[in-house]
């Protein structure tokens, strides 16, 4: 049954490597503005995403037939702590390199996130640019109405005179 537990803990850790790569390749698409590319990153992502929570109902469902939990809240230290001892070091060296990929994956998206708002900041000013909106410069009355072109207008100089 353990042995079960590992192997799903190792596919897991697997995907979270390919998770990773995907991350890094979506950096490298983000600075490049490769939306080409960046769309088929996130096509992979979805599916590696599909895999790894299929792979985690499977170890849940493991673990709790393993610690007889029907909760399915035993935590990676209590499996570890029911586990034989021939098996715990073991699991804690797959616990150190699952939390290792899942601070890394945080860590590259954390990074993407930035890129992304940063690309979408530079978008909304290059936008405005070319785009500005009609300003006045000068005060007027919002309540002075309007001359259309061809009234006579006010001026110093009167020529009836």
């Known amino acids: 049954m353990i ?15 390919t998770l990773n790569e995907l991350a890094r390749k979506k950096t490298q698409a983000i600075i490049q503005g490769d939306m080409k590319t960046l769309d088929h990153i996130v096509n992979q992502e ?16 493991l673990v709790q037939d393993f610690t007889k939990d029907t909760g399915g809240g035993t935590t990676f230290t209590e499996l570890i702590e029911q586990a034989p001892e021939s098996e715990r070091e073991k699991l ?14 945080k860590h590259q998206n954390d990074l993407n996130q930035d890129l992304l708002k940063q690309s979408l900041e530079w978008v909304r ?31 110093r100089f009167d020529s009836r005179a």
């Not at 804690?92 to 994956?105: G, I, S």
């Not at 290059?126 to 006010?154: M, S």
Request: proline letters at 8%.
């Open 3 to 17: 042995d079960a537990i590992v192997t799903k803990i190792e596919e897991m850790i697997d995907i979270h490597g």
């Open 46 to 61: 979805e599916a590696a995403t599909q895999k790894l929570a299929q792979l985690e109902d499977e170890r849940v469902r």
């Open 92 to 105: 804690q060296h797959l616990q150190a390199r699952l939390a290792e990929n899942v601070f890394d994956l």
């Open 125 to 155: 000013v290059n936008v405005n640019l070319f785009n500005p909106k009609p300003q006045n410069p000068n005060y007027t009355n919002p309540k002075a109405q309007q001359k259309l072109p061809g009234e006579p207008r006010a001026t």
